[in-house]
T-cell receptor, first 115, second 116 residues
Framework: AQSVTQLGSHVSVSEGALVLLRCNYS??????LFWYVQYPNQGLQLLLK??????LVKGINGFEAEFKKSETSFHLTKPSAHMSDAAEYFC?????????????FGTGTRLTVIP | GAVVSQHPSRVICKSGTSVKIECRSLDFQATTMFWYRQFPKQSLMLMAT?????????EQGVEKDKFLINHASLTLSTLTVTSAHPEDSSFYICSARDPQGTHEQYFGPGTRLTVT
């Protein structure tokens, strides 16, 4: 069964500092992995996704994530935090079993950027 | 492209009444849509998968008679919360599966339901 664990429900970084949001997954099949961002009272916006191919995935707003099969991880990084990055971030894994492409979400990490 | 809208964005209703939430794919046809529920400061929980022209598939623990889902066209799915109670107050988010067949989902902006 698929599941996602996000370590750290809250992460605070200074503006300009490195952002690292952790995500570990469990999947019985090769996973499709996603990072979404949610701003207050809004839906989710896709940051990036890994399906196949290159394990280092680049997304929007300067974010990237690396799929590490040996570590079952898909951590999200950004070299330099911006105030506008403050939001809730969700890691998700796709459920391929039933063919309906259901997504299982982690519990989310709230990123605070300190000026 | 790939825009999903929801209406209303916010709704307040009294206990015992029913509320309908609409989810529309604006520029593509969505044979499969998903309904999620999100409690404050928590993650999204899948409630049901909505397939055009057929019955929705509900996740374990979700009452299908309370949360009625209709997917009558390729661009519209509706969620009706029947006989709403305060514990139904939540943020409801819909999404549509990418019509290109990838595993991506496009999310609506969500509907904040408050039951008084």
């Amino acid at each position: 069964a698929q599941s996602v664990t996000q370590l750290g429900s809250h992460v605070s970084v200074s503006e300009g500092a490195l952002v690292l949001l952790r995500c570990n997954y469990s999947s019985s099949v090769p996973p499709y992995l996603f990072w979404y961002v949610q701003y207050p009272n809004q839906g989710l916006q896709l940051l990036l996704k890994y399906t196949t191919g290159a394990t280092l995935v680049k997304g929007i707003n300067g974010f990237e994530a690396e799929f590490k099969k040996s570590e079952t991880s898909f951590h999200l990084t950004k070299p330099s935090a911006h105030m506008s990055d403050a939001a809730e971030y969700f890691c998700a894994v796709s459920d391929l079993r039933r063919g309906a492409n259901n997504l299982f979400f982690g519990t989310g990490t709230r990123l605070t950027v300190i000026p | 492209g790939a825009v999903v809208s929801q209406h209303p964005s916010r709704v307040i209703c009294k206990s015992g009444t029913s509320v309908k939430i609409e989810c529309r794919s604006l520029d593509f046809q969505a044979t499969t849509m998903f309904w999620y529920r999100q409690f404050p400061k928590q993650s999204l929980m899948l409630m049901a998968t909505s397939n055009e022209g057929s019955k929705a598939t509900y996740e374990q623990g979700v009452e299908k008679d309370k949360f009625l889902i209709n997917h009558a066209s390729l661009t519209l799915s509706t969620l009706t919360v029947t006989s709403a109670h305060p514990e139904d107050s939540s943020f409801y988010i819909c999404s549509a599966r990418d019509p290109q067949g990838t595993h991506e989902q496009y999310f609506g902006p969500g509907t904040r339901l408050t039951v008084t």
